[in-house]
């Protein structure tokens, strides 16, 4: 198993910058694919930002392509979210996650197995 602690969440105005840190312990991190996610209140939690065990390859959806970007210290066991040109809409609580599925580079929640507490991030006026 491996446990995610998530840090960094606030509030900030919009076209501010953020960075989000993923802090893992337990089992060999470099063994698991990394995601993040949020969830919007009345939303469901999608995908913004994954990783591969390497780093090497990374998968960003539309909506925050350009903006974010995700980096992962496998001798720190830490992954970090940057995020840029921060967006009202990216308002949302923010999850780290691991998955053991290493053939791809899963998209969808369903197909990780552990997760953070989550953090907030708020963007607003």
């Known amino acids: 198993q491996v446990q995610l602690v998530e840090s960094g969440g606030g509030l900030v105005q919009p076209g501010d910058s953020l960075r989000l840190s993923c802090t893992a312990s337990g089992r060999a991190f470099n063994n698991y694919n990394m995601g993040w996610f949020r969830q919007a209140p009345g939303r469901e939690r999608e995908i913004v930002g994954a990783i591969s065990t390497s780093g090497r390859v990374t998968y960003f959806p539309p909506s925050v392509k350009g903006r974010f970007t995700v980096s992962r210290d496998n001798a720190k066991n830490t992954m970090t979210l940057q995020m840029n040109s921060l967006k009202p809409d990216d308002t949302a609580v923010y999850y780290c996650?691991?998955?053991?599925?290493?053939?791809?580079?899963?998209?969808?929640?369903?197909?990780?197995?552990?997760w953070g507490q989550g953090t907030q991030v708020t963007v607003s006026s």
């Open positions: 996650a691991a998955t053991g599925t290493i053939a791809f580079l899963p998209r969808s929640p369903s197909e990780y197995n552990y």
